[in-house]
């Protein structure tokens, strides 16, 4: 099979292809491209592999950064681009199911695909579009068919994050497992513990993002493999829940982590832990939590002016795109209104400040200060007076007198 039109993508990356084969070396495109490309999917990275050990390609190329040379990757720097340029390789075995032993470089393009995961990932296609398929890629694709490349066993015992990625695939392109592959992954999910919290965070959020995320959830709990995720342990009737809700597709993580807690039944208090737990950054740990407690209430009731102003447009956008999950109708345009209406959009925006405070009352900081800001603050929300510093000094003033 040979493609009918070569993608941009690839175009610009041919000159590194025919420099390396007029050195005397094969160089193939190969990995998940090649997969997006056969499903007229977006390309996301060009990865090529050759013949010519790392020595050689250093040799070819005068700008290189040897970014994995231990595994035989280097980066090549060209006008047309950066490039990971990775040689032929087999590998040894795996006694941490999770890095070989040791890397031997070879010159057969067979040897290197047979280490790959996925039938749908093991093609290489040549400079001329020509699609080199050894394993039966083409008509697992057509199929839509996951199916380990070789023993699904072997595999898996290489790397046990392959069968986090087999369903990560199942959420992102809703294809099945082969019946011996799934096997496999079911009788195999407890590798997963020997795989870093981090590494299973990146495949396990581009699964909540899937398309299919009902078909991935389910395939996840019938796998056993969320047993072995942070957090996750004896949840499997709560995970079946999740995949429940209506099949539209989450937009972005922090919106994920939201559904996924919510479904849990967590309460507030437990969502920084098992964040932590999954190794979340502070600043998504902290999206979270806002949109979480803001999704709450406006599960019951509109925005008040009060969660508005406290949750900000940003946080309060990512609440309101959330009730279509709830089966509650979403009105973007009025939460911008709202939002927009409102006298003040933080305490940066009162007319007075504490300073202003402390010079009218001729008082030093305590926390007066900070109950006057915030009664005034208050005030000024609701519209009981207008944010001018005359008429703040004075409601501060009568707000002292009764004191």
Not at 158 to 165: Q, S, T
Request: proline fraction near 3%; aromatic fraction near 10%; charge should be negative.
């Amino acid at each position: 099979m040979k493609l009918k039109e070569i993608p941009t993508e690839y175009q610009q990356a041919l000159p590194i292809l025919k420099k390396i084969e007029k050195a005397g070396h094969e160089a193939y495109f190969v990995g998940g491209s090649v997969r997006d490309v056969l499903l007229n999917q977006p390309i996301h990275d060009v990865d090529i592999a050759t013949s010519a050990f790392p020595a050689e390609i250093k040799q070819i190329f005068p700008k290189t950064i040897d970014v994995g040379i231990e595994h035989g990757t280097v980066l090549v720097l060209e006008k047309a681009g950066q490039y990971e340029i990775t040689t032929f390789r087999t590998e040894s075995a795996y006694q941490d199911f999770r890095r070989p032993d040791h890397v031997e470089f070879v010159r057969s393009l067979k040897e290197d695909l047979k280490r790959r995961d996925f039938t749908i990932n093991a093609f290489a296609i040549r400079e001329n579009g020509e699609i080199i398929d050894l394993f039966d890629g083409l008509k697992d694709l057509d199929q839509h068919v996951l199916r380990a490349v070789g023993d699904p066993h072997e595999r898996f015992f290489e790397d046990a994050l392959r069968m986090m990625r087999g369903l990560r695939f199942v959420s992102q392109l809703g294809f099945d497992l082969e019946k011996e592959t799934f096997a496999a992954i079911k009788e195999n999910h407890q590798l997963l513990k020997k795989i870093s919290v981090e590494r299973i965070n990146v495949e396990f959020v581009k699964f909540l993002l899937g398309d299919y995320r009902k078909k991935g959830l389910q395939a996840l709990v019938k796998s056993q493999c969320f047993e072995y995720c942070p957090g996750l342990a004896g949840m499997g009737e709560r995970l079946l829940a999740f995949a429940d809700l209506p099949e539209k597709v989450i937009k972005n993580e922090s919106q994920a982590w939201v559904l996924l807690i919510d479904q849990l039944a967590m309460e507030e208090k437990d969502i920084r832990p098992f964040l932590k737990s999954w190794k979340c950054s502070n600043e998504l740990i902290k999206t979270v939590q806002a949109v979480f407690y803001g999704l709450q209430s406006r599960k019951e009731a509109d925005f008040s002016v009060d969660l508005l102003y406290e949750l900000g447009e940003s946080y309060a956008i990512l609440v309101e795109e959330l009730l279509p999950f709830y089966g509650l109708t979403a009105n973007l345009a009025k939460v911008q209104a709202d939002y927009h209406m409102l006298p003040i959009h933080s305490l940066k925006d009162l007319a007075v400040n504490g300073n202003d405070l402390m010079n009218y009352f001729a008082k030093k900081p305590g926390s007066w200060l900070k109950e006057q800001l915030t009664y005034l603050e208050s005030a000024v929300l609701h519209r009981r007076v207008s944010n001018t510093k005359e008429e703040l000094l004075h409601l501060a003033k009568e707000k002292m007198e009764k004191q």
